[in-house]
């Protein structure tokens, strides 16, 4: 869809973990920028989906949704020429919502024919009183200063809630998993669906490096296998990769080690989630 991407690119920085595969982002997280004008505050969710029952799917459910009475603005993102049954569930949580919701149709680099734009927007702005309807490129940035314009004229006179040079509200620690699960998802493509999660046993700042443990948990042996790969080649793989990454984040060179370990029933268990870190309340 483009969300996570969308924030990365507001914010100019590789934040929040992308993929092709839906469900990708798990975790609420928050980007932080800061312009002479004024400070936005973005929550990037987990999309809301419906089907899958286990507690993953649920935390996942209940991330997207609080936050839609917790803010200011709600951009409320679709593909460009499709409106799926999913985008009508979002939209029928915005009933009674009183807060303003900007409609991004994204991708519009993708569209062939331009002249199909058109009619797609004049159709979906009927659906809602949405306060503006704007054709994005999360990618290429199309329309993301426009929407950067507005967003400042709808946001409350505050005092900024943080410093000048925060970015997020998440540790180092935390956005090195999410590194790493990005990797996992992107290198296994369809051959492992949602059962990996990253734990970091040992995050430490030493002297010319750091030094980061992580452990990649899986449900089953057979994925096990999968993920380490032919003679451990994909595991190296991921793992350079991962580290290629946190080095640029951090500016740092980074030392990393990565294990893979079964643990069944993890995705279905909100104890394990929680110890997980998966803020299940
Ligand atoms: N062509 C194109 N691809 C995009 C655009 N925005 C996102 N994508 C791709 O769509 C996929 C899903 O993006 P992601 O940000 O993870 O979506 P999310 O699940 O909504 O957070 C990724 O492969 C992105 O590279 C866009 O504007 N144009
Ligand atoms: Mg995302």
Redesign the pocket.
Known sequence: ??????L?NMLGLKL?????K????RHQILGIKTVEEGQFVFV?TP?IHSGGNRAINRYMNRAASSVIHDVDVILF?VQSLKWTDEDQLVLNKLENVETPVILLV?????IADKNQLLPYLDEVSKKYQFENVIP?????G?NLQQLEQHLLTLLPENPPFFQDNEFTDRSLRFLSAEIIREKLIRELGNELPYQTTVEIEQYKDEEKLTRIHALILVETKGQKMIVIGDKGARLKSIGTKARKDIEKLIDRQVFLKLWVKVKSGWSDSEASLRSLGYDTE
């Open positions: 869809m483009g969300k996570s991407t969308l990365n929040s973990i992308t993929s092709r839906p469900q990708t982002t990037d999309g993102m994204n991708k519009v680099d993708q994005v490129s999360a990618k290429r199309d």
